[in-house]
């Protein structure tokens, strides 16, 4: 019940996200509205195909959809005052992805996933909409380039979850908490501190030979 | 029989504005190709991916494949005429795109969806083709920039179609019929008085702030 | 137990084409990992999305993606030196694109698709992991523009797997050569003597009228 709730308040943050990224491409409202649901369901989606889970749960029941629409058409109409919650959202985000990273590990292993394919479905439902989002607006995803952390806390907390259902399975809600808590912090904190990435060491490439 | 005509006259037209597209960005003959059998057939593939059919019945059996190649091939050599049946082409893309849309909801109710997930993955089916052409060609989807109403029409159509399979399935070919004419009207009647959509109200919004 | 090391080194090389364009495009290190494993197995999950193999092998044990992290972090570290490789590697590149050719083609037979999706799918399963490299670096597919042949032998390969298979399925593991070779070798003569396919015909095509 609780994690039902949490789970939908993650629906409607990623949507947001979306949303506003098409408010600012100049999208009109059914191309807002289109990338605000898919950014706040893309992850599920994501995850069901890979599990074989047909049709998605994110499109088989209303709720998903109509909370990421929902929140959509929010953004749509108050866009202006998102800019002073900008904190608020980036917390909201970072709770949304630690949890979609524990559930989207849990669903794995429930439906009998190997524990690394858990970890990996994880990690990729809580980056999956995020992704989805970046491709659709034409933008390099935002994952890739040189930013804050954001897909390492999900791998880690999803790992947490899994390395723990695995070897003290009775525990369930106590790693539940612990990985949302893990994914959330690590996310939190490296925004906070400005963690990054180093990018590659030197860059005397030439520029054209992939592939 | 008749459906299945149309079905491969959706296809081909599909394809065809792949692809044109593949023609505009000077793509060479196979990415001409590629592009526009992805376009006529990647509605019906997502549609199956997600609805757990596999493999697609778009790979499975070479009709549609190969009607969208032909598609392809005549736009390759003879693309200059087409701008001459720019009208004729949108015709037979909002019909075909009326069919998908409750092609791909009547294929959903079969293998057991509700009748939400039907909708939705009708109005996908008319719509995926479309986004992936987009992507590929490194564009912003149509579908999301102001433009003329295109997936509000497949999504009342499909829609139109799952209500009435469910409250009275006897009368199915009627169904059909009206969905189609629905979705199709919609579309044509959008593009001749140039319905469009509002875009969000005002825009004093920063820069950077997503995700 | 050779197809096996021969895949994985398909999956390496991969990999590497993957880590080399974002280095190019300034990812950080875990942009470049990103790519880098998402290019080396890329085709083979879209391989067993289609076929309904779920969770995908490359995903539900850790060879593949172990692999293709090396493989990048290599790429990471050592990129400057890869310059001097560019010959080696598109050599290697080749071999991968034909084995994952005909290893597709050989997944798809397994779990009972018909002649003409299996050679689709092994199509798809050695240009996929390119095809998605190019989309998440927001790049045209490489595979769209003219340039040396790639998909064409693949397809090639692929058929001529299936053909065999078909026909004579006690040689099978001369098919895997015979097709490997094929793809392979097309591909390297392809790139020694500059094959290309034509462009369309003549240009005179207005600038927006798809869809």
């Known amino acids: 019940m609780l994690l039902q709730v949490l789970n939908t308040a993650g629906i409607a943050v990623f ?18 509205l289109t990338v ?9 989606i994501l ?3 890979l599990l074989g889970i047909t049709p998605p749960a994110s499109i088989d029941n209303w709720t998903p959809i109509c909370t990421a629409a929902i929140s959509s058409l929010v953004v749509f109409f108050f866009h202006p005052a998102f800019s002073e919650l900008r904190r608020m959202i980036l917390v909201l985000d970072a709770f ?13 292993l429930d439906v009998g996933a190997s524990a690394f394919a858990a970890v990996l479905v994880g990690m990729l439902t809580a980056i999956g909409g995020g992704i989805l989002r970046d491709v659709l607006a034409n933008e390099i995803p935002l994952l890739l380039q040189p930013a804050d952390l ?13 390395t723990g259902e695995r070897l003290a399975p009775q525990w369930h809600a106590w790693w539940v908490v612990a990985a949302v808590i893990l994914a959330t ?6 925004l906070a501190f400005h963690w990054t990435l180093p990018t590659a060491p030197t860059r005397t490439w030439p520029r054209r030979w992939t592939r």
């Open 47 to 49: 995850r069901d195909v």
């Open 185 to 190: 912090g690590l996310r939190l904190l490296g």
């Open 150 to 162: 954001y897909a390492i806390p999900a791998l880690l907390g999803s790992a947490l979850f899994v």
């Open 15 to 32: 949507a947001a996200s979306g949303a506003v990224l098409g408010v600012r491409k100049d999208f009109d409202l059914w191309g807002i």
């Open 96 to 108: 949304g992805m630690g949890l979609f990273a524990t559930t989207g590990a849990g669903v794995a």
């Open 36 to 44: 605000g649901v898919l950014t706040g369901v893309g992850g599920g």
